[in-house]
């Protein structure tokens, strides 16, 4: 982000704030009287000029005041986000003192997500924590009749097998073809591309086993709690149910669509509007932490919610949430 001037980004934080809380455009005039800027309305309708030709602000009709762009809420994430109002002290605090008194893991996430949802007014969605899908790291080819014994050796102490139909023939094939793997494995990854032409009776079949390995392990999609629909559906921005459609869709059927923890890391946790990958998610913010437990599980804590929403007060409720559940499952 481009540094602003002083006096534009008092006039970008007044006007987020401003159209958070009041959903209306505002206008110079009244960004003098309610927040005390030190200026007159002119200076200050010239630095909002100024913030609209930076695409910071827009203007939604030609006599309306003006409104925070996904770039001015963008900006002011990165560089004017104020610290977390009193209710999220009270989270935290309320957080501190809590302790695995839950008769199992569902009900903790349950009670989290509906605090996050009562606290923010918005969609709270908090993964159950899952093991990452292991590398594979070596494998044994051992014919046995017309069948092939595959052994994987997956991350340091995780071992598979499949038992697959051997190829007519081509029992001879399987020592080459186990050294030219090994060989693929030191150097990282498996490129099938380059497999010998005299392996490929062999190769093809462990191939396709080794996809269907790696897509059953895929196919079960990360379960998730999700509460406050309630509160999404006050929101202006979603009084018409087909706007809000694609999005319950995809946090029901596909949360680990919603949730990218690697992807959203560059962006401080926080997603605004078509920065994220799902069209779904255009109209919207995101804002995640993730948390990580003793067994080696990981998880995400989300808020979801139109792009106009108290950043500070949701990035604050996250982090403490996830910091919770790291502490309560380590």
Request: charged content about 15%.
């Amino acid at each position: 982000m481009q540094p602003l001037p002083h006096r534009q980004e008092q006039v970008l934080q007044a006007t987020v704030r401003h159209y958070v809380d009041t959903t209306e455009p505002v206008g110079s005039k009244t960004l003098v009287q309610r927040f005390g800027l030190k200026a007159s309305p002119a200076t200050i309708r010239s630095a909002m000029g100024a913030l609209e030709l930076r695409g910071l602000l827009t203007q939604p009709h030609t006599s309306a005041g003006r409104v925070p762009s996904p770039l001015g809420y963008r900006h002011y994430v990165n560089c004017l986000l104020p610290a977390p109002g009193a209710a999220a002290g009270q989270l935290q605090r309320e957080l501190m003192s809590l302790s695995l008194q839950w008769a199992a893991l569902d009900d903790l996430l349950l009670h989290l997500a509906r605090r996050l949802a009562d606290l923010t007014g918005l969609l709270s969605l908090i993964t159950r924590p899952e093991r990452q899908s292991p590398a594979l790291q070596a494998l044994r080819l051992v014919p046995s009749g017309d069948r092939l014994l595959v052994f994987l050796v997956e991350g340091g102490a995780s071992a598979t097998s499949l038992n697959l139909r051997l190829p007519l023939g081509s029992a001879d094939e399987l020592p080459a073809l186990e050294r030219w793997l090994s060989a693929q494995l030191a150097e990282g990854t498996i490129n099938w591309q380059s497999l010998p032409p005299q392996l490929q009776s062999c190769g093809y079949q462990l191939r396709q086993g080794l996809i269907s390995h790696q897509q059953a392990g895929a196919s079960q999609p990360s379960s998730a709690v999700t509460l406050g629909l309630g509160g999404l559906l006050r929101q202006p921005e979603f009084e018409r149910s087909e706007s809000l459609r694609p999005l319950l869709e995809l946090v029901e059927c596909e949360p680990q669509r919603v949730l990218q923890p690697e992807q959203v890391r560059a962006l401080g946790g926080v997603w605004i509007g078509a920065e994220h990958p799902d069209q779904a998610l255009h109209q919207c913010a995101v804002v995640q932490a993730s948390y990580g437990t003793a067994g080696g599980g990981a998880g995400q804590v989300a808020l979801i919610g139109p792009m106009r929403m108290a950043y500070s007060t949701a990035r604050s409720a996250v982090q403490a949430v996830a910091t919770t559940l790291e502490r309560l499952l380590s």
